[in-house]
């Protein structure tokens, strides 16, 4: 065996490979051996569920690279123009630089449009995204302890992504967005007092003046991208920092995580999971339209088209607005909208409603452990029912801001469905929290009976004496751990109202509160017990009918 | 004149007399007379407000009356004019098929022929605009930004940008204008069915009027392109908003499934 080329046998004065002194040159001034040997075999589990996050973070990705290639032909300025370029059907209309330099992209510029609807259509899918990857943090309960920050940094991420699309889809200037931004000064100006200040201050006078567009590029392109990523980043520190989540399982417990080192098995992965990414949207923006402003035309603040929707992550509170009664009040000789303004104010609650569940929880469980197992929606019916009651209610709001394509494409009265709306604003959410508890529950009862008396195996078997029964197949011991392994809280009490001298304690309305509430979680109305050993040992000791 | 007086008892000077009033009547008569072509057309109109009247009697007279006067079912049709007989019934609107918020674009059950022929009788009844030629609405001569920009201005807050159609209160609607007949586009204008407001040439002049046709011919007719790829209905961000979740999001989840499925396991021992 030759040993001629091992380091060791090396003569000093050999030189050592390019990459190796690449890595010795850079740690000698970085230090990333050490980081890297803390960080490499970083484990992360494997579900489906846990990649949405992934695609949160490569669409981002995506609108920022789309995002700076659009920067280099936009012209952010609202002087009128006479449009020359090659769409016939605009033609020697007047219009802003803003639009004739979006036209100019769509038509004129090499690979223009497809970038444009690459960028659309990533805010969208980004949005939709966060949306969906949101509602499994929720559902499997990963806010809790030590994640709070961390699902509050992703609901902030959240509602500025909707803000910063909402500035990019005004930045056009055309007919549809412009209706936006009108909607917008509306709401503003339906603020008491302060409502015209704000306004003006915010357009640099009369809408829509002349400022709007340089203002919203500014903030699209700078500020809450700039927030947004040191968000994204803040969130990816503390995924490395509390480790990932894990669903429970046979060797999975609240203090490992069982899953594939980050090098190189989770790299590989994650990275040609942005390249799949990246192509699904490519594909879906090569394919189809997204805001074809040339259809459109500029904005006139004189000119409105029906049909004149945010994009989707907007429209719920186009439902508030088209739902609300047009109140409206004298007071004192001002006026005030509440038909505007009441919407105004239930916007942020109905996102405010969601980002602060985890607080409430961990309140009204009073549980300050941390939780690295994921719990299965149906062993939680309280939350898992809230969150349905949740999204029932945005669901609704929907709805209302699309009532009237709901209308013409079903053939129905628009005024109607607006009045669907406006009961199942109060009634939906109350009726999918009981339907959600009552499945939820169900389920629980399902599993108890799969732990005790097996899986239904569809055999029917006949008995000598003539009786049929269905065989049931025992579960394997990995599924009876998984099924039983959740734990299940006692409903918190008021704790003794007279202490070791007799004498009575003030109980305070907040204690009553949470034990009320705590009572409806972890009630026997709201939690089937688990199977017990006892349980189990005596059907499966041949005692029992089977 | 003793000549002519000398003569005016010959056996034959009736006969003169005779024949010179009746050149003199024949030749005021083809003087004056309406001309011959026109005395046809006369004829051919009144058996067309006949034929229409019969028409008329059967498929319209049970809610707009046997006179054309109207009835608690159907308006008074006095006035209206041949463009919207044309439209209505050209379109199929007419005869509605049953009451409701408003009646739809269905199959034309009269020809061409049996149409000219009912609004000839309404017509007859008051006048009211007639059917618009070629020139009126032919593509020559408009210019469709122009035109764009008077849909946007005028039409868009009912119909959508590109003529798309949209809601109204009530179960009523403005209809997609894809594939609609420029010469009942230019009727719809001028004559206001149902629920549109009538856009009269004082309001839209015919140059508009056809600038207007030749904007929706180019946005949302046949051979319109979308440069973008899939219209999606041409509706705007609720359409765009299903597309994003069910094709974009469903799409990456359907990856995220595939990719998560594939892992690098431990090999069995």
Redesign the interface.
């Given at each position: 065996m030759s040993t001629t080329n091992t380091p060791d046998s090396r003569s000093s004065r050999e030189k050592a490979p390019a990459g190796e002194r690449v890595a010795d040159w850079a740690d000698g001034r970085l230090g990333i051996y050490s980081l890297a040997k803390a960080n490499m075999r970083k484990i992360f589990p494997?579900?489906?569920?846990?990649?949405?996050g992934?695609?949160c973070l490569y669409s981002f990705i995506i609108i920022i690279l789309t995002g700076v290639y659009l920067t280099l032909f936009f012209h952010p300025s609202m002087n009128e123009v006479e449009y020359h370029g090659s769409y016939?059907?605009?033609?020697?209309?007047l219009m802003s630089e803003a639009f004739n330099s979006t036209m100019h992209i769509?038509?004129d510029v090499r690979g223009g449009?497809l970038i444009r609807?690459i960028h659309h259509?990533a805010a969208?899918?980004f949005l939709?995204?966060m949306f969906?990857h949101m509602m499994r943090v929720f559902f499997t309960g990963a806010f809790r302890k030590p994640r709070e920050v961390n699902w509050l940094f992703g609901f902030l991420l959240f509602v500025l992504g909707m803000f910063t699309g909402f500035t990019g889809y005004s930045l056009p200037d055309d007919?549809?967005s412009g209706t936006g931004v009108r909607f917008m000064e509306g709401a503003v100006l339906s603020v008491p007092i302060v409502g015209t200040y704000l306004s003006f201050f915010l357009f640099g006078g009369e809408f829509p003046g002349g400022d709007f567009v340089a203002r919203f590029y500014s903030i699209h392109v700078l500020l809450l991208p700039g927030i947004m990523l040191g968000l994204v980043v803040g969130h990816l520190i503390l995924v490395f920092y509390h480790k990932h989540t894990q669903f429970a399982g046979p060797g999975k417990t609240n203090n490992n995580v069982v899953g594939?080192p980050l090098l190189p098995?989770y790299m590989a992965?994650a990275g040609?999971?942005f390249f799949?990414?990246f192509g699904?949207?490519a594909v879906?923006?090569?394919?189809?339209?997204?805001?074809?402003i040339?259809?459109?035309?500029p904005y006139?603040p004189?000119?409105?088209?029906?049909?004149?929707?945010?994009?989707?992550y907007m429209?719920f509170s186009e439902g508030l607005i088209r739902v609300m009664p047009g109140w409206e009040i004298n007071f004192w000789g001002h006026t005030l909208v509440l038909g505007v303004f009441i919407p105004l104010i239930i916007f942020p609650l109905v996102l405010v409603a969601i980002a602060v569940y985890p607080f409430i929880e961990s309140w009204v469980t009073g549980d300050k452990r941390e939780h690295h197992i994921l719990d299965r929606p149906r062993n939680a019916p309280t939350r898992t029912a809230f969150g349905v009651a949740w999204i029932t209610w945005y669901m609704v709001l929907l709805i209302g801001?699309?009532?009237?394509?709901w209308?013409?494409h079903f053939?129905?009265?628009?005024?109607t469905i607006t009045w669907f709306v406006r009961v199942a604003f109060f009634v939906a959410p109350v009726l999918a929290f009981i339907a959600t508890k009552r499945i939820c529950l169900g389920l629980q009862r399902r599993d108890k009976d799969k732990v005790l008396h097996g899986r239904e195996s569809g055999i029917i078997k006949r008995l000598p004496h003539g009786e049929f029964i269905e065989v049931h197949e025992p579960l394997s011991q990995e599924q009876l751990h998984t099924l039983t392994s959740h734990e299940q809280y006692e409903p918190a009490a008021i704790g003794a109202t007279v202490d070791e001298n007799g004498v009575e304690r003030k109980v305070k309305g907040s204690e009553k509160l949470r034990a009320k509430l705590s009572e409806s979680y972890y009630g026997e109305e709201s939690q089937i017990a688990k199977p017990t050993i006892e349980e189990y040992k005596e059907i499966t000791s041949g005692h029992g009918h089977h | 004149m003793k000549k002519l007086s000398a003569r005016r008892r010959h056996p034959l000077a009736a006969l003169v007399v005779l024949l010179l009033a009746l050149a003199c009547t024949g030749g005021l008569y083809a003087a004056f007379a309406p001309a011959g072509k026109a005395q046809a057309d006369e004829t051919a109109q009144s058996l067309a407000i006949d034929e229409g009247k019969k028409l008329y009697a059967v498929g319209c007279a049970s809610c707009h009356g046997t006179g054309g006067q109207g009835t608690s079912d159907g308006p008074s049709l006095v006035g209206v004019g041949a463009a919207a007989v044309d439209f209505q019934v050209g379109t199929g609107r007419m005869p509605a098929q049953q009451p409701g918020a408003q009646v739809p674009k269905k199959k034309v059950i009269y020809t061409q022929a049996e149409i000219d022929q009912l609004a000839a009788y309404i017509s007859s009844l008051g006048a009211g605009p007639t059917v618009p030629t070629e020139a009126d609405y032919g593509p020559d001569g408009a210019d469709i930004a122009k035109g764009g920009e008077l849909f946007r201005t005028n039409c868009a807050q009912c119909h959508n940008f590109t003529g798309k159609g949209g809601a109204l209160t009530h179960g009523k609607f403005a209809p997609d204008l894809e594939g609609v007949d420029p010469k009942h586009l230019y009727e719809a204008m001028q004559t206001g069915p149902q629920n549109m407001p009538s856009f009269p040439d004082t309001t839209l002049s015919v140059q508009n009027k056809k600038d207007i046709i030749a904007y929706l011919n180019a946005v949302n007719g046949d051979d319109t392109e979308s440069p973008g790829g899939l219209e999606l209905g041409g509706l705007g961000p609720v359409s765009e908003g299903l597309f994003a979740w069910i094709f974009g999001l469903g799409a990456l989840i359907a990856v995220a499934v595939w990719v998560a499925a594939r892992t690098a396991k431990a090999k069995k021992s």
């Open positions: 494997d579900h489906w569920s846990f990649m949405l992934e695609i016939v059907p605009l033609q020697g209309q769509s038509f449009l609807q259509w969208l899918i939709a995204g969906v007919l549809l594939m098995v992965k040609g999971f799949l990414v699904v949207i879906v923006s090569a394919i189809a339209s997204i805001n074809p040339w259809a459109m035309g006139r004189d000119q409105v088209s029906t049909g004149a929707q945010p994009d989707w429209g801001g699309g009532n009237d394509l209308a013409t053939h129905l009265s628009i005024n | -």
